[in-house]
């Protein structure tokens, strides 16, 4: 059984850093591209970062130059740095798990169950 299990959010203030882990069993990590997405309230869901399996990265604009998705095949984690946060960061952060880094939702076949991220003005 597949399970994704996400941690680290909290509250920060403005300007302020979290990294987020997710830490994967039941699948062979090392062949999974690896992705983050976010919802706000009241919005969709959205794509954040991706990580192939050979480490190719890509990011959403309101990602890029602030957030870093890296991999740690040996401990089957992927992590989120977000750095200079802003309010508008604000949402659930769900790990996912599926074929190619690209931001599709449809493209990841595993979800966990999110973790929150409050960012404070």
């Known amino acids: 059984q597949v399970q994704l299990v996400e941690s680290g959010g909290g509250l920060v203030q403005g300007g302020g850093s979290l990294r987020l882990s997710c830490a994967a069993s039941g699948l062979s990590f090392s062949n999974y591209a690896m992705a983050w997405f976010r919802q706000a309230p009241g919005k969709e869901r959205e794509f954040v970062a991706a990580i192939s399996a050979s480490g190719t990265t890509r990011y959403a604009g309101s990602a890029e130059g602030r957030f870093t998705i890296s991999r740690d095949n040996a401990k089957n984690t992927v992590y989120l740095q977000m750095d200079s946060l802003k309010p508008e960061d604000t949402a659930v952060y769900y790990c996912?798990?599926?074929?190619?880094?690209?931001?599709?939702?449809?493209?990841?076949?595993?979800w966990g169950q999110g973790t929150q991220v409050t960012v404070s003005s």
């Open positions: 996912a798990a599926g074929v190619r880094n690209v931001p599709s939702k449809s493209s990841y076949g595993y």
